[in-house]
């Protein structure tokens, strides 16, 4: 399988990204996070490479990793692209009109967590949405993925064989708010390495799009607009990136907003203690 393939990939043969450089190509490994116990943060790396369309699929070689990534891709996309058809019936849409605004490219993402003497305290990665269209998470058997639901923290129930899915943002976005992007984080294991795999739909850069205002004409404008960069946004799993999102998000509806998903602000914001920095995205929703 893919994420355990890539642990033998030498590294040598890997472009190390520096996440603090917004020019450079978006396809190699990152350290996010080393060990710091006064942020409660857990040492996390990551790969990312492009799977999709196959014009843009990197790296080139090892050429046995990317026939591995070529057959998952299939089933990536052909799960991906039924989800957004159900997704596109629930707005009384034509099926195919959400893959035709979102659905172009797809990004693979590892995170690898490494096994972390403090779990009680340090978390993988702070609660935040995902600024994709969908995320796929194909996980190893560590648990460690807990979602918000009603200000409950709940944890994700590892079963093998399974694909978690989660709603993201941009899906959020198109959908004004009908469908949810989910508020969720990660913990750390004190013996075990976490890994896991999770295929993005990498629809970022389509907002503002043309695209999105033609076929999806009646959920409202207000949605459609982003100050953000594709690079700020694929690392907005940091705080203060987040903050400013959601900063945005919010002008956009109280700017643009149609009197229906201007209602969509009435949702009660998350439990601070629970969720640990500031509330994200979810409080705007409707409930
Ligand atoms: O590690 C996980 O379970 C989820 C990772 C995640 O949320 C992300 O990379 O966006
Ligand atoms: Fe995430």
């Avoid at 990793?65 to 997704?87: D, F, G, P, Q």
């Avoid at 992007?181 to 976490?194: A, G, N, P, Y």
């Avoid at 607009?225 to 990136?241: K, L, M």
Wanted: hydrophobic content about 30%; charged content about 25%; overall charge negative.
């Amino acid at each position: 399988m893919v994420v355990d393939r890539h642990h033998d990939i030498p590294s040598s043969r890997v472009p190390i990204i520096d996440l603090s450089n917004p020019d450079q190509e978006l396809g190699g490994y990152a350290r996010k996070y080393t060990l710091d116990l006064e942020k409660r943060r857990g040492t996390v790396d990551q790969l990312f490479h492009n799977i999709w369309p196959p014009s843009a699929v990197n790296p080139k070689n090892p050429q046995d990793y990317r026939e591995v990534n070529a057959e998952c891709t299939k089933h990536v996309k052909m799960l991906s692209e039924k989800i957004m058809e159900w997704l596109s019936e629930g707005l009384g849409l034509r099926r195919e009109a959400i893959n035709e605004v979102v659905g172009g490219e797809y990004l693979l993402n590892v995170n690898y967590y490494p096994p972390c003497p403090h779990p009680d305290v340090i978390r993988g990665l702070n609660p935040h949405t995902d600024v994709s269209g969908l995320t796929l998470l194909i996980t190893n058997e560590i648990p460690g993925f807990q979602v918000f639901k009603d200000d409950q923290l709940i944890e994700v129930e590892y079963i093998p064989f399974t694909v978690i899915v989660n709603i993201s943002d941009q899906i959020l976005r198109l959908s004004s708010g009908r469908y949810k992007s989910v508020l969720h984080q990660t913990t750390v294991d004190k013996e075990r390495i976490r890994m896991l795999g999770l295929p993005k739909i990498r629809s970022w850069d389509l907002f503002p799009s043309l695209s999105a205002k033609t076929i999806l004409p009646n959920l409202g404008p207000c949605y459609t607009r982003t100050t953000f960069t594709a690079r700020e946004i694929c690392y907005s799993q940091d705080v203060e990136v987040f903050e400013r999102f959601n900063e945005s998000f919010e002008a956009e509806v109280t700017d643009e907003g149609t009197p229906e998903s201007k209602n969509c602000n009435t949702r009660k914001p998350i439990s601070k203690t629970c969720c640990g920095p500031k509330p994200f995205i979810m409080d705007k929703l409707c409930s």
